[in-house]
């Protein structure tokens, strides 16, 4: 297919814990970066718990000469510390946040001085102005603790009409689950770009642990066909490699603005599917 010069690709990796780690990402980065992204975010732990590893992972990106673009949630936290993270990405000229709700480490029982998505958004926007573009997620499949879809697309626009600039939704399968959400939000007077999440599928039990933990469907044919292929790591593969590449050109072709691949720190599986899209 031709892929449009307005369609846009990013990664997503998660901060390196060893120097193994980091050593490893340092490659993948380097390969995926010959893509000439648009940017790469990093993630950031529950209540934060990454935060040291996650800013040094962005500012080594940023120094590379594509942008950077830290998650950063809000739950469990306070306005100082936020205040200070934003201060710190200020200094390094980091100009793009991922901003989430974040999940309640485990253990603690208060949310904190923050308890949704929007409120750190605008937070960020009476702290900052325009100094960040902000990307918030989307959930086309309905966020997993929202108590129906129609409350969980009204948290969606509470994001928007708080200064969000752009979102990316969880990964997905099923296309039509897609479609409808932006539709909805075109309805809704929603415009900025939603921005489909890719999860290349490597293994079925990593993917059916991650879809359990983060409510995106498996639909029940291609869940079948992934444990029909049993131990045969192969198989799965070449399956996967197929049905998300199809799933991708589906998206572009219907006006998605771009792609954010779901890496895992891996360049193997993305570099795969945008060869496919690019036959």
């Known amino acids: 297919m031709q892929i449009q010069p307005s369609q846009l690709f990013s990664f997503e990796f998660y901060p390196p814990k060893t120097e193994e780690g980091a050593a490893s990402l340092q490659v993948v980065h380097s390969k995926l970066a010959a893509l000439n992204p648009d940017f790469f975010s990093v993630t950031f732990g529950a209540g934060g718990s990454t935060r040291d590893k996650t800013f040094d992972t962005v500012v080594d990106i940023q120094s590379k000469g594509i942008a950077a673009a830290p998650h950063l949630s809000c739950v469990a936290s306070t306005k100082a510390n936020i205040r200070s993270i934003l201060k710190d990405y200020q200094e390094h000229n980091i100009g793009k946040i991922v901003a989430l709700r974040g999940d309640l480490p485990s253990g603690m029982m208060s949310a904190g001085e923050f308890r949704y998505a929007n409120e750190l958004v605008e937070f960020i926007r009476h702290e900052t102005d325009d100094c960040f573009q902000i990307h918030v997620a989307a959930y086309p499949e309905v966020h997993p603790q929202s108590t129906s879809a129609v409350e969980d697309f009204k948290n969606f626009k509470r ?49 059916f642990r991650f879809s359990e933990m983060c409510g995106a469907d498996i639909p ?56 496919n899209l690019r036959k």
Not at 159 to 174: E, H, R, W
Not at 193 to 202: A, F, H, Q, S, W
Not at 231 to 254: E, K, M, P
């Open 159 to 207: 994001k928007v009409d708080a200064g969000a600039n752009a979102a990316i939704t969880q990964y997905f399968y099923n296309a039509e689950a897609y479609f409808y959400f932006v539709d909805n939000c075109e309805k809704n007077g929603i415009t900025i770009p939603i921005v489909p999440g890719i999860m290349p599928i490597t293994q079925y039990s990593q993917l």
């Open 220 to 275: 029940r044919w291609m869940r079948k066909r992934l444990e029909g292929f049993g131990d045969d790591r192969a198989a799965i593969q070449a399956f996967g490699l197929d049905l998300v590449s199809n799933l991708c050109q589906r998206l572009l072709d219907a006006g998605a603005p771009g792609l954010h691949f779901y890496t895992m720190n891996q360049s193997a599986p993305t570099l795969a599917i945008l060869e």
